[in-house]
């Protein structure tokens, strides 16, 4: 019954910043672990970050020290903050709920890194 929907994905400048929001919807209560992950052209998808309710978070080694997880819990919100674009980073992004194996998936929001 959770339903997730990303929005802010678009076309960024290598270097630029981006952040992505995932709006979540229904038994949000359950979910102690929401994450991001990405998945690029002709790649597999890809675990970027992950935050529990608490506030824990775990980061892909692609991204440590440019992007950053975060999450309103009281207004259901997961957020990626994403700084030091690169093109490598072009992907389409996906909100998840539940983790090992996430039980939810947002349809994606598309970021496009130039060079």
């Known amino acids: 019954q959770v339903q997730l929907v990303e929005s802010g994905g678009g076309l960024v400048q290598a270097g630029g910043s981006l952040r992505l929001s995932c709006a979540a919807s229904?038994?949000?209560?359950?979910?102690?672990?929401m994450g991001w992950y990405r998945q690029a052209p002709g790649k597999q998808r890809e675990l970027v970050a992950t935050?529990?309710?608490?506030?824990?978070?775990t980061y892909a080694d692609s991204g440590k020290g440019r992007f950053t997880i975060s999450r309103d819990n009281a207004k259901n919100i997961l957020y990626l903050q994403m700084a030091s674009l690169k093109p490598e980073d072009t992907a389409v992004y996906y909100c998840?709920?539940?983790?090992?194996?996430?039980?939810?998936w947002g349809k994606g929001t598309l970021v496009t890194v130039s060079s």
């Open positions: 998840s709920a539940g983790f090992n194996p996430p039980h939810y």
């Open positions: 229904g038994s949000t209560f359950l979910t102690n672990v």
């Open positions: 935050i529990t309710r608490g506030g824990t978070t």
